[in-house]
């Protein structure tokens, strides 16, 4: 079975959030079951002089966008096993950042073209286009219109994937005729058709064969008002082509024992070693070097969607407990500035570091105790299954992926690998918080949770033979 994936970034050539992990991580999941996967994205990157020398120029054509006729170069590397095609355009593609351009419709009216475009001129005839995200949302679209004449596109299958259901690529509807050589019959509500637009994640949901997102609870919350952005209805009519398939981790870069950046590699036989990492990392934070208190944890976008909110509430009832708490975040300011001024008032107990640093995030993740992410929504969350892997407890809010990887600790039954509530509110969290630090205290029985924690299913084979069966499905019709 031959798929291709494509997304607007894929580590480690580009990256602003997760759709890079998974464009990285999946198709490499799905090569080790047998499935021949490649990755198509643009170039929006320079790449390495060593990557550059195995870089092969595969063709180059042109294409209509509006009245612009526009190169598109080709060109294909292999990394870790993984073939990647590049889409090369100086004009749109050369620039600083990949999204937030006054011509973003433009710019990716003309990638979902030329990645179609693309498979004419190459040796690769996918069964399968399984494409990400807004900025890919027209393939199906363009390819029922334009393609599916010709013999070599007939048969194509099309996967969605949703990361993020909130930026839903929007644009004037001249884009149709202007860009997309599309008519206006396409201009209705069963259609493209978004509140006086064009809507590139309408496209997706309405043309490609299945749906999927990244969690399974997150799948059936986007079905709700609350939740949907304006586009449950519509998921709601396609609910029998819509899946939800948690994201993995992947372990070559998430391992605590051969993780580079943490002093004490260890594994669930030897949390003694852990332990070693917590002293490390109160004394590298100036924090009381102690092995008796709790350490919780937030590495984060400091951004209202995290549960900030909540924290803001308690924060003061928090710092009453003997615990330490440390930040690592960036974001709104007025979540920074409430981090530092904590910071100020209790200088023995909470660290706020407000930076971007991924070493000092593995550290954190090692050395502390329990892991803090009290998201308002979550479409799948991957701090949570770092901090499983590393042994570091869970409290987390039960929405989307978060409620799908975290099952709470029930000390009748002695199930579960972290702790969760169910309603924003924050005394909910506060209670919850509580109870983990109440377990701390009886060693035996935390030590048996972290360690179930740590055997926590987070690779993504599991993931990856769900993403099979849909295609296998999809093909079968
Ligand atoms: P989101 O994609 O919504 O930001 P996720 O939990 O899915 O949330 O992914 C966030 C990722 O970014 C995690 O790997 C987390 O460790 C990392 N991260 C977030 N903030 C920082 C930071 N300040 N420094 C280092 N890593 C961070």
Known sequence: MKVLFVASEAVPFSKTGGLADVAFALPKALRKEKIDARVMISKTFDLSDTLKSEENHINHFYIDVGWRRQYVGLSELEHEGVPYYFIDNEYYFNRNGLYGHYDDGEKFS?????????????????????????????????????????????????????????????????????????????????????????????????????????????AKEIQYPFFGERLDGLLRHRDSDLYGITNGLDHDIYDPRKDQHVQWKYDSRSLKKKRENKHVLQEQLGLPVRDDVPMMVMVTRLAHMKGLDLIEHVLEEIMEKDIQFVVLGTGEAHYENMMRYYQHRYPDKLRAEIQFNAPLAHQIYAGADLFLMPSLFEPCGLGQQIALRYGTLPIVRETGGLKDTVVPYNKFSDEGNGFSFTNYNAHEMLFTIQDALELYKD??????????????????????LKYIDIYQNVLNR
């Not at 972290?450 to 993931?463: C, G, I, P």
């Open 110 to 218: 003309y990638f979902c073209r030329s990645v179609l475009e693309s498979i004419r001129h190459m040796d690769f005839k996918p069964d399968i286009i399984h494409f990400n995200d807004w900025h890919t949302g027209m393939i199906p679209a363009l390819l029922n219109e334009h393609y599916r004449h010709d013999e070599e596109y007939r048969d194509i299958k099309t996967v969605y994937t949703i990361h993020n259901l909130k930026y839903q690529g929007v644009f004037g509807p001249e884009i149709l005729s202007d860009l997309l050589n599309m008519g206006p019959q396409h201009y209705h509500s069963g259609g493209m058709e978004f509140h006086g637009g064009v809507s590139f994640m309408k496209s997706g949901l309405n043309f490609a064969d299945a749906i999927t997102t990244v969690s399974e609870t997150y």
């Open 443 to 464: 060693r035996r029985s935390w030590n048996k949770v972290v360690r179930r924690a740590m055997k926590s299913d987070t690779s993504w084979k599991n993931s990856a």
